[in-house]
């Protein structure tokens, strides 16, 4: 991963980041924002404006790619290189969990 990407994504907000764990599988915007509602019992909503901007982006980035169209959906997919940022950011959250319950991550 390039500095300009780890810069721009790590940290990552919450939108992205559930954005992009969703993308695990190939879904559309609106599949994404049932998923996210499902996985966080309602507490995260992502807008279309959020949505559509961040796909836009993350495609541009090379993070996640078109896979294909269904019922006039685009669907997407990630990418090696937004794995590799997924897995950085969760190795991120899982530190700072960890350090908030005193645990050394080193031990």
């Given amino acids: ?19 992009l764990f969703c993308l695990q599988t190939p879904q559309h915007g609106y599949g994404i924002s049932q998923q996210v509602r499902r996985l966080t ?13 961040t796909l836009s982006k993350m495609e ?6 078109f896979y294909s169209e269904e019922d006039k959906r685009r669907l997407y997919r990630i990418t090696e290189l937004g794995r590799e940022v997924l897995e950085t950011e969760i190795k991120r959250i899982e530190r700072l969990y960890k350090n908030s319950k005193g645990e050394n991550i080193d031990a």
């Fill in 1 to 19: 991963m390039n500095g300009k990407i780890k810069k721009v994504y790590v940290p990552m907000t919450e939108s992205a980041f559930y954005i």
């Fill in 41 to 53: 019992g309602g507490a995260v909503t992502i807008g279309a404006g959020t949505m559509y901007g």
């Fill in 60 to 65: 541009k980035d090379g993070l996640i790619r």
